[in-house]
C-alpha cells in the first residue's frame, strides 16, 4: 500500500507537469496508469504534436480511474478517450483480488460516462506479462481473460479497439523484452509500435 502511494503522488506530479504545457481542449485523452505515463516521459512529442492529453497515472487501477474521471476526462470534453487499464488491479494494488469481470465492468463504467457526453471511446488490450516487479502475483492465465472481455464488450458497443497485447506477446505470455526492460512497461521502441497501432483508429473516429 506505501508502494502505491508513492507512485500515485509521483504520477500526479508528472501528470500536473504535463497538463501545464498542453494546449486547452485536446481532441483525445488517454486515460491510463504508467504505461500510459511512460509514453508521456518518452515520447512527449506523440502528444504534443496532436493536441493529445496523457492522463496516465502511475500505479491506477481501474478503481482509481473512475474516482478521477470526471475531472480528467470528461471535465475536458474531448472528441476521443482512449482507455487502458487493468494491469494493477490484476497485480491486486489495492490488496484484493479482482475479478476479471469486475476489471471489465470498471472499464464499462467509464465508457458509459463517455458516451452520456458524446465522447468516442477506444478501448485497449491489456499488454502482456508474466511476472509483476512488485508481486508474485502471476498474470499469464488472467490478462488473456480479461482481454477477451474487454473485446468482446468493444466490438459489441460501437467502440474502437487497439490490440496491443498481441503486439508485445510471446508465447510464453512474457512481454518480448526486445521492447520492454521489465515484462510489463514499454520502452521507447514499443511505444512507436502503440503509436502505428493506436493511430489509425484515432485517425477514422476524428474523421
Excluded at 32 to 39: E, H, L, M, N, T
Excluded at 53 to 82: W, Y
Excluded at 87 to 112: L, P
Amino acid at each position: 500500500m506505501i508502494r502505491k502511494i508513492c507512485m500515485t503522488l509521483m504520477g500526479l506530479v508528472l501528470c500536473g507537469v504535463a497538463g501545464t504545457i498542453q494546449a486547452a481542449n485536446p481532441r483525445v485523452v488517454f486515460m491510463g496508469d504508467s504505461i500510459f505515463a511512460g509514453w508521456q516521459e518518452d515520447v512527449p512529442s506523440f502528444f504534443a504534436s496532436h493536441n493529445f492529453l496523457n492522463k496516465g497515472i502511475s500505479g491506477h487501477t481501474t478503481g482509481d480511474m473512475i474516482l478521477r474521471f470526471q475531472r480528467d476526462v470528461l471535465a475536458n470534453s474531448p472528441e476521443v478517450c482512449v482507455i487502458l487499464a487493468g494491469t494493477n488491479d490484476v497485480a491486486q494494488n489495492d490488496g484484493v483480488f479482482v475479478s476479471m469481470e469486475q476489471i471489465c465492468g470498471n472499464i464499462i463504467e467509464m465508457t458509459e460516462m463517455c458516451k452520456e457526453k458524446g465522447i468516442k471511446v477506444v478501448l485497449c488490450s491489456v499488454l502482456p506479462s508474466s511476472g509483476f516487479g512488485w508481486t508474485s502475483i502471476s498474470p499469464t492465465n488472467q490478462i488473456p481473460r480479461l482481454n477477451t472481455l474487454i473485446e468482446e464488450y468493444a466490438l459489441t458497443h460501437d467502440c474502437g479497439f487497439v490490440d496491443f497485447y498481441s503486439l508485445f506477446v510471446q508465447e510464453s505470455g512474457a512481454m518480448d523484452p526486445k521492447f520492454s526492460y521489465d515484462n510489463c512497461h514499454p520502452e521507447r521502441p514499443g511505444y512507436y509500435i502503440m503509436e502505428q497501432a493506436v493511430m489509425p483508429v484515432l485517425e477514422e473516429m476524428l474523421k
